[in-house]
Nanobody, 117 residues
Framework: QVQFVESGGGLVQPGGSLRLSCAAS????????MSWYRQAPGKERELVTT????????NYADSVKGRFAISRDNAKNTVYLQMNSLKPEDTAVYYC??????????WGKGTLVTVSS
């Protein structure tokens, strides 16, 4: 069974940092490009960042470029999101999943990030 378990969210002040983790299981992790997505209150889920299966290439939404960094550890089946210089508009529930829609029937519970003073 495909599973994603996100963790690391919390309440942080503007300008602060958080590191999110996502443990994946039930599929061959190293074969898939992985992404972080987020859904803010009242908005649709959006793609934040993607990393290739080997970790050799990444890309980012314009809204987070230069502030967020995605990484992965294929030995641990885990993908990470380092978030710096956080802004109130980064407040959302953050999810990880494959970039490939073939796994989009499976979503974790996400981890809530709240940026507020």
């Amino acid at each position: 069974q495909v599973q994603f378990v996100e963790s690391g969210g919390g309440l942080v002040q503007p300008g602060g940092s958080l590191r999110l983790s996502c443990a994946a299981s039930g599929f061959t992790f190293s074969n898939y490009a992985m992404s972080w997505y987020r859904q803010a209150p009242g908005k649709e889920r959006e793609l934040v960042t993607t990393i290739t299966n080997t970790g050799g290439s990444t890309n980012y939404a314009d809204s987070v470029k230069g502030r967020f960094a995605i990484s992965r550890d294929n030995a641990k089946n885990t993908v990470y999101l380092q978030m710096n210089s956080l802004k109130p508009e980064d407040t959302a529930v953050y999810y990880c999943n494959a970039r490939n829609p073939s796994l989009w029937n499976y979503w974790g519970k996400g981890t809530l990030v709240t940026v507020s003073s």
